[in-house]
């Protein structure tokens, strides 16, 4: 894929744009008419996907905390879904929109109390879509 400049676009190892979900009236839907799912963390809503493949959004609300500690949170579960749950849903043929919204709490967890989270609700969604 070329870039306008004449190079390579960059290739990382990002969230790809088809797999995000961004439009506020998605995410307000999402809100509105997914099943929410609790963990001690995280609120996870979930949704039947129009397209043919998982989508994420991520919600991390400010909580009256610092910018630098909400981006790093905002990353953490952006990487987490992007590299545990996508994967596993895409496996398990399972077309689902799922928002992950941080609660304050979140704030305070370690990186492995997220992942074990992730990976809970990733098994609790895939046993569920069968």
Known sequence: MEEPSG????????????????VSD???SLFRRGK?????????FVSPSPAPFARLGVVVPKH??????RNRLKRRLR??????MLPELGNRGAALDVL???????YTASF?????EVAALTEELCSRAR
Not at 7 to 22: C, D, M, N, S, V
Not at 36 to 44: E, M, P, Q
Not at 100 to 106: D, I, M, N, S, Y
């Open 7 to 22: 190079g390579r676009a960059r290739e990382g190892f990002g969230l790809p744009r088809q797999a995000r979900i961004t």
């Open 26 to 28: 998605e995410i307000r």
């Open 36 to 44: 929410r799912s609790k963990t001690r963390h995280l609120d996870a």
């Open 64 to 69: 009256k905390r610092t910018i630098v500690l």
């Open 79 to 84: 990487e987490l879904g992007r590299t545990m």
């Open 100 to 106: 992950l919204r941080a609660r304050p709490e979140a």
């Open 112 to 116: 492995a109390d997220l992942r074990d």
